[in-house]
Nanobody, 116 residues
Framework: QVQLVESGGGLVQPGGSLRLSCAIS????????MGWYRQVQGDTREPVAV???????NYADSVKGRFTISRDGGGNTVDLQMNDLRPDDTAVYYC??????????WGQGTQVTVSS
């Protein structure tokens, strides 16, 4: 059983930074990609940044140059460094892992609020 636990959300002023972390437990050796999505209440969940197996990354146009996704050396943590945050980055951020030949898994979500 794969489980994901996010941490690091909170309230930050415009222009500030936050770092989200996702700790993943279980056997993920057969993953296809992992990454971060976000959802504003009433809207669909959208991808923010993902890392594919074996390692290339992809970002939403709205966060390119501001957000950086990384995976630790052991492979069971995926972080999202968010700089120059804007009010429209406010959302619940979810960690997700997609497994080859199996279902994907979501974390419980962490709130990010960008406001002065």
């Amino acid at each position: 059983q794969v489980q994901l636990v996010e941490s690091g959300g909170g309230l930050v002023q415009p222009g500030g930074s936050l770092r989200l972390s996702c700790a993943i437990s279980g056997d993920i050796s057969n993953f296809n990609y992992m990454g971060w999505y976000r959802q504003v209440q009433g809207d669909t969940r959208e991808p923010v940044a993902v890392i594919f197996n074996p390692g290339h990354t992809n970002y939403a146009d709205s966060v390119k140059g501001r957000f950086t996704i990384s995976r630790d050396g052991g492979g069971n943590t995926v972080d999202l460094q968010m700089n120059d945050l804007r009010p429209d980055d406010t959302a619940v951020y979810y960690c997700y892992i997609d497994m080859r030949g199996s279902t994907g898994y979501w974390g419980q979500g962490t709130q990010v609020t960008v406001s002065s």
